[in-house]
């Protein structure tokens, strides 16, 4: 019996793509919850699979194994309307705040959207009055922000509409995909602190994806680490980081010059080289990680 119980959960989950003559195992045996007012950071470097994770989450990937669970009900119905109905509480933002806005249309146009479909219940001013509100909870003045278009607005401003729109449709859980990593250093840190922000004040579940571990620990309670579509290593994000079990956890760790580091400070990025260096040793150390067994996993366990 868990007070919190999770509002999404993967059970088993596998997911494996058919390249020609080749196959790639984008997610092998995945089983974790998604619990309101808590996130849980994914941390791994390129290819280990958390996309095709936030896919499969956000039922744009339909799992070959395992199962999908929405308050503990597995999630079957792949019509459109099943769809509208679960992405209504699922949402995701995404790596460019560009990208996913339309550069036609205003930031007011971009709320109102939203509203329009899953808000029907509001009308005339009441839609008005929504919007200015979201903007406000990101932060935004919406006399000076609505009118404008995505052009106008910088990276920092751009991803905080994307969350407002998550906002709008009144998402439980929000999919995080790299959120800061096209932004300015400078306003990484104000787009994190919102995320945390809602997260305490919404009860919203984040799941935070990253290749940079040294962020997970300034927005995640807790922490899994990924590689060859497996997890490695998760727990809670202090005692993974300060104690890592597993090899591939401290070598990516050991790229870091120091995990104590702000994120927001340049040294707290990865070395490339290092991370070349971490890559190979991985191989090494786990050549058969894609079939391996539970002897190559490690879970820390609640004090
Ligand atoms: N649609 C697809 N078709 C074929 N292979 C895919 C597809 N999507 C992902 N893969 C493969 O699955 C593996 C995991 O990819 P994925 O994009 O999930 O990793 P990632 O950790 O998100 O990487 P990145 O940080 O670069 O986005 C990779 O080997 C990738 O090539």
Same mark, same amino acid.
């Given at each position: 019996?868990? +007070?919190?119980?999770?509002?999404?959960?993967?059970?088993?989950?596998?997911?494996?793509?058919?390249?020609?003559?080749?196959?790639?195992?984008?997610?092998?045996?995945?089983?974790?919850?998604?619990? %309101?007012?808590?996130?849980?950071?994914?941390?791994?470097?390129?290819?280990?699979?958390?996309?095709?994770?936030?896919?499969?989450?956000?039922?744009?990937?339909? +799992?070959?194994?395992?199962?999908?669970?929405?308050?503990?009900?597995?999630?079957?119905?792949?019509?459109?309307?099943?769809?509208?109905?679960?992405?209504?509480?699922?949402?995701? !933002?995404?790596?460019?705040?560009?990208?996913?806005?339309?550069?036609?249309?205003?930031?007011?146009?971009?709320?109102?959207?939203?509203?329009?479909?899953?808000?029907?219940?509001?009308?005339?001013?009441?839609?008005?009055?929504?919007?200015?509100?979201?903007?406000?909870?990101?932060?935004?003045?919406?006399?000076?922000?609505?009118?404008?278009?995505?052009?106008?607005?910088?990276?920092?401003?751009?991803?905080?509409?994307?969350?407002?729109?998550?906002? =709008?449709?009144?998402?439980?859980? !929000? !999919?995080?995909?790299?959120?800061?990593?096209?932004?300015?250093?400078?306003?990484?840190?104000?787009?994190?602190?919102?995320?945390?922000?809602?997260?305490?004040?919404?009860?919203?579940?984040?799941?935070?994806?990253?290749?940079?571990?040294?962020? =997970?620990?300034?927005?995640?309670?807790?922490?899994?680490?990924?590689?060859?579509?497996?997890?490695?290593?998760?727990?809670?994000?202090?005692?993974?980081?300060?104690?890592?079990?597993?090899?591939?956890?401290?070598?990516?760790? %050991?790229?870091?010059?120091?995990?104590?580091?702000?994120?927001?400070?340049?040294? %707290?990025?990865?070395?490339?080289?290092?991370?070349? =260096?971490?890559?190979?040793?991985?191989?090494?150390?786990?050549?058969?990680?894609?079939?391996?067994?539970?002897?190559?996993?490690?879970?820390?366990?609640?004090?």
């Amino acid at each position: 019996m868990t +007070a919190n119980p999770a509002i999404v959960s993967l059970q088993n989950i596998g997911k494996t793509f058919h390249l020609g003559a080749h196959t790639v195992r984008g997610a092998h045996d995945l089983s974790f919850d998604l619990h %309101s007012g808590r996130t849980l950071a994914l941390v791994g470097e390129s290819g280990s699979g958390k996309t095709t994770c936030a896919r499969i989450i956000m039922r744009e990937y339909i +799992a070959d194994e395992g199962q999908l669970l929405f308050h503990g009900t597995p999630v079957t119905d792949n019509t459109p309307k099943g769809l509208k109905q679960y992405r209504k509480n699922v949402q995701m !933002i995404f790596q460019d705040p560009f990208a996913s806005l339309n550069p036609a249309h205003t930031v007011d146009y971009h709320l109102r959207r939203p509203l329009a479909l899953y808000r029907r219940d509001l009308k005339g001013k009441a839609v008005t009055d929504e919007i200015h509100a979201l903007l406000r909870q990101v932060e935004l003045d919406p006399e000076l922000v609505a009118p404008k278009h995505p052009h106008d607005l910088s990276g920092g401003q751009r991803q905080r509409i994307n969350i407002a729109r998550t906002l =709008a449709v009144g998402a439980k859980v !929000i !999919i995080a995909d790299e959120p800061t990593s096209m932004l300015d250093v400078s306003v990484r840190q104000g787009v994190l602190e919102l995320l945390n922000r809602m997260k305490r004040d919404l009860g919203l579940a984040l799941l935070y994806i990253t290749h940079d571990v040294a962020t =997970a620990h300034y927005v995640a309670e807790d922490i899994m680490v990924m590689y060859g579509g497996q997890i490695l290593e998760w727990g809670d994000v202090n005692a993974v980081l300060s104690n890592p079990q597993h090899d591939y956890t401290r070598m990516l760790l %050991s790229a870091v010059p120091n995990p104590e580091i702000r994120f927001d400070d340049p040294q %707290s990025r990865l070395d490339p080289t290092a991370v070349n =260096a971490v890559r190979e040793q991985a191989k090494q150390l786990h050549p058969h990680v894609k079939t391996a067994g539970p002897n190559h996993f490690y879970r820390h366990t609640a004090a």
